[in-house]
């Protein structure tokens, strides 16, 4: 569907002065209504916005705004609690079997040093320093 002519698109307000839009008052709303134009208003010879036409889902208050505000707010808090406790549980989760590792690691060095002496392999000493390192991390 074509747009007239006489209604240019643009996402740019238009600007009119008072008289101009007292007279023109019933084109304008329906102009906000059909093609979401918003219309500045300005006092006659003084360029500064007064007031505006928007569409009526536009049209928001500050205590619908701050309802809004509020209500994300609980929202994103209530999520933040969530990933922190997830997170606390993860840390115990990870320190449990960490340190159920260590002690089978222990268990392995210590069958190991029964079987065979430090120092008698070098690929088991290179182990055992590698385990050293890791341990001191």
């Known amino acids: 569907m074509a747009v007239p002519a006489s209604t240019p698109r643009s996402d740019q307000p238009r600007t009119l002065p008072l008289r101009e839009v007292r007279t023109r008052l019933t ?20 360029p500064r916005p007064v007031a505006a036409i928007v569409p009526a889902a536009a049209a928001r208050t500050m205590a619908q705004t701050r309802a809004d505000a509020d209500r994300l707010a609980a929202v994103t808090s209530g999520w933040a ?15 449990a079997e960490l340190g159920t590792l260590r002690a089978a690691l222990a268990q392995a060095w210590a069958e190991l040093d029964r079987r065979a002496a ?3 392999d070098p690929a088991l000493a290179r182990l055992r320093a590698a385990h050293a390192d890791l341990l001191a991390d």
């Open 27 to 46: 084109q304008l709303v329906a102009l906000a209504e059909l093609t979401d134009t918003v219309t500045v208003v300005t006092r006659d010879g003084d």
């Open 81 to 95: 609690r969530r990933l922190d406790e997830l997170r606390r549980q993860s840390g115990r989760r990870h320190a």
């Open 118 to 120: 430090p120092g008698g």
